[in-house]
């Protein structure tokens, strides 16, 4: 079982940055693969990026590839998302999941979720 808190959202202005952060339970964090995923009102979860258990290998969708980064501290079972130039766009409840499957697909193959922190692009 793992549990995941997301933290470090809130509210920012076009172009700005902010760091989320997602603290896992437990001590098999390293086992699993890490999501970010979004979610707008009224629109369907997408996925932000996902990095693998050792770090080495990130994945990015196309509308954050270049401003966002993800990483992962295994030591302090922590992922971490960096968002930089951020748009109003981006705005949504921001989650991180944790898979595992080596390479998962889509949210149906992620196993834990936390309750989302909500991030705030104005222009």
């Known amino acids: 079982q793992v549990q995941l808190v997301e933290s470090g959202g809130g509210l920012v202005q076009a172009g700005g940055s902010l760091r989320l952060s997602c603290a896992a339970s437990?001590?098999?964090?390293?086992?699993?693969?890490m999501g970010w995923f979004r979610q707008a009102p009224g629109k369907e979860r997408e996925f932000v990026g996902g990095?693998?258990?050792?770090?080495?290998?990130?994945y990015y969708g196309d509308s954050v590839k270049g401003r966002f980064t993800i990483s992962r501290d295994n030591a302090k079972n922590t992922v971490y998302l960096q968002m930089n130039s951020l748009r109003p766009e981006d705005t949504a409840v921001y989650y991180c999941?944790?898979?595992?499957?080596?390479?998962?697909?889509?949210?149906?193959?992620?196993?834990?979720w936390g309750q989302g922190t909500q991030v705030a692009v104005c222009s």
């Open positions: 437990g001590r098999t964090f390293m086992r699993y693969y």
């Open positions: 990095i693998n258990w050792s770090g080495g290998t990130t």
């Open positions: 999941a944790a898979s595992g499957r080596m390479w998962p697909g889509g949210p149906s193959e992620y196993d834990y």
